[in-house]
């Protein structure tokens, strides 16, 4: 199956700084990427969606100027969380989609933690 | 908004017993997928059935849809240990490929 992978799996940073978290698809080009958020026992909440070469299409609810996305090229996009506060910490995952209505793949997730 | 809502939203059950969850929904769908999640970890897709399809199998997984009741179940049989996870229900209204997951079940399975 397609293998998508993301980097760092686990970070802890200071309040006010950025991090930066990059999503790619090892053995398939993605076309459209996802950029997810969960809490706790919680579900998984879209976060907004990258499609490559084009702006990230983001949810309602979502700061475009707090969640920068990137999607640069087929294999990778990057999620930046600027100025991250401590609510900010959460496990964030994406996913890649090869074609339109297939299957999604997901990365393992990072976990991220603003002290 | 999450769209879609599953029960239980924990399950106990012993080794070898069946176990099935269910995931409702509330708006016309294109397909419904169900993914399972270990702890701490990234979701794994388990199975997808899409909106004109009423059933599927997968191994030990079998899969119901019904659109009319807009509810969909995920029956595992003969459940081992290493089934306990998270399985989520997630929807997909064909809307750039966006899927909207239900709250998850977490399921236990005892030795």
């Known amino acids: 199956g397609a293998v998508v992978s993301q980097h760092p799996s686990r970070v802890i940073c200071k309040s006010g700084t950025s991090v930066k978290i990059e999503c790619r698809s090892l053995d398939f080009q993605a076309t459209t990427m996802f950029w997810y958020r969960q809490f706790p026992k919680k579900s998984l909440m879209l976060m907004a969606t990258s499609n490559e070469g084009s702006k990230a299409t983001y949810e309602q609810g979502v700061e475009k100027d707090k969640f920068l996305i990137n999607h640069a090229s087929l294999t990778l996009s990057t999620l930046t969380v600027t100025s991250a506060h401590p609510e900010d910490s959460s496990f964030y995952i994406c996913s890649a989609r090869v074609r339109a209505q297939g299957e999604q793949f997901f990365g393992p997730g990072t976990r991220l933690t603003v002290l | 908004s999450q769209q879609g809502e599953e029960d239980p939203q924990a399950l106990s059950i012993q080794e070898g017993e069946n176990a099935t969850m269910n995931c409702s929904y509330k708006t016309s769908i294109n397909n419904l997928q169900w993914y399972r999640q270990n702890s701490g970890r990234g979701l794994v897709h388990l199975i997808l059935i899409r909106s004109n399809e009423r059933e599927k199998h997968s191994g030990r997984l079998r899969v119901t849809l019904d659109t009319s009741k807009k509810s969909s179940s995920l029956l595992i049989t003969a459940s081992r240990a290493a089934d306990t996870a998270s399985y989520f229900c997630?929807?997909?209204?064909?809307?750039?490929?966006?899927?909207?997951f239900g709250q998850g079940t977490e399921l236990s399975v005892k030795p």
């Open positions: 997630a929807t997909d209204k064909n809307q750039g490929g966006k899927l909207i």
